[in-house]
């Protein structure tokens, strides 16, 4: 094959990605969330899919934050938690397998929150360790069932890392820091709350829109 020929196949497979990597971007459609203009959040305990017991509550104690940043009334947590145990439901699960109609009729809120944590804790290699937390979203309209948001994000301790520096003995001596305060300290809650902030804060490209009681509402950008 010509050179010529490889650097049009080259190009030609480039621009693919391009294109693709744009389609991933295209912009959501907010039709239903318009339509449905929720006042009121329950925001359920999500679902833990990693192997730490603490990711679920983790996330939740970071999830009202934004959401009454954003100008919506959440429902609080304890109260929330109550209303499920005098219902018979202590487990995450359980919770979400729960109808939106009797939802709606427990706690009188216009949409409910569903939280899945995938990824959660601290892994440990030779030359680094890093904590990672990821967790996806969708916001449920309680009265129609129909999904008004749906998003995901993740965050980790190595996004601060500047591994091309120092040379092998400097990695090691880092990695050794690193391990020993991460079993001393919770460092995948404090990742958590960075996650949870991408996840659920306003204003964001593709994100969620900003509630009636924020100054902004009505005036999210969304393209």
């Known amino acids: 094959m010509k050179l010529t020929s490889c650097l049009k196949c080259v190009g030609v497979a480039a621009m693919v990605l391009v294109f693709s990597g744009c389609a991933t971007k295209a912009p959501y459609d907010y039709t239903a969330f318009k ?17 730490e017991v603490a990711a679920s509550y983790s996330v939740l104690s970071y999830a009202t934050r934004p959401l009454a940043e954003a100008g919506y009334y959440v429902m609080p947590v304890t109260l929330v938690a109550e209303a499920f145990k005098e219902n018979g439901m202590t487990q995450p699960s359980d ?34 360790s890093q904590s990672l937390v990821a967790a996806q979203a969708n916001l449920i309209d309680l009265k129609t069932g129909k999904t008004l948001w749906s998003g995901s994000a993740q965050a980790s301790s190595a996004e601060s890392n500047n591994q091309n520096q120092g040379g092998l003995a400097v990695l090691l001596i880092t990695a050794i820091i ?3 305060v991460a079993s001393t300290t919770d460092e995948s809650h404090q990742i958590a709350g960075i996650a949870t902030a991408r996840l659920l804060s306003a204003g964001q490209r593709n994100g969620l829109l900003y509630g009636p009681r924020s100054p902004n509402y009505g005036k999210d950008k969304l393209d």
């Open 95 to 128: 919770m979400h397998a729960t109808s939106p109609q009797k939802l709606s009729e427990i706690f009188g809120a216009d949409a409910a929150l569903y939280i899945t944590v995938s990824k959660y804790g601290t892994t440990y290699q030779v030359i680094d």
């Open 178 to 180: 690193k391990q020993v």
């Open 35 to 51: 339509e449905s203009h929720p006042r009121s959040i329950l925001v359920l305990p999500p679902v833990n899919n990693s192997p």
